[in-house]
Nanobody
């Protein structure tokens, strides 16, 4: 399985970005997908995850109400819409394929994309 993340960039606080993650390999619909982020000097942190069918969605508390995860199984793509961005959202964002249902645990993910940089200035 290969993942390609895109959509990062530099925005001012309060702005928006939409990240995309396209997968290739076995049918996308069999995967639960998640987004993590890693700021300089910090550990990789869970952001959001979505189940195969989209009926289970989880968010890290600091992004609830601002970020929305979604998926398009026909396009084999998972999205992360990020609104009301804050400087503390600055990080490299990674998409991953979850092998287990502990979506907020990094060890539950089997494959990762290369990451896309998000920078939010105040």
């Amino acid at each position: 399985v290969q993942l390609q993340a895109s959509g990062g960039g530099s925005v001012q606080a309060g702005g928006s970005l939409r990240l995309s993650c396209v997968t290739s390999g076995p049918p996308f619909s069999v995967y639960a997908m998640g987004w993590f982020r890693q700021a300089p000097g910090k550990e990789r942190q869970f952001v959001a995850a979505i189940s195969r069918s989209g009926d289970r969605i989880e968010y890290e508390d600091s992004v609830k109400g601002r970020f929305t995860i979604s998926r398009d199984n026909g396009r084999a793509t998972v999205y992360l819409q990020m609104n009301s961005l804050k400087p503390e959202d600055t990080a490299v964002y990674y998409c991953g394929v979850a092998a287990y249902s502990d979506y907020d645990v990094e060890g539950a993910y089997e494959y990762w994309g290369q990451g896309t940089q998000v920078t939010v200035s105040s």
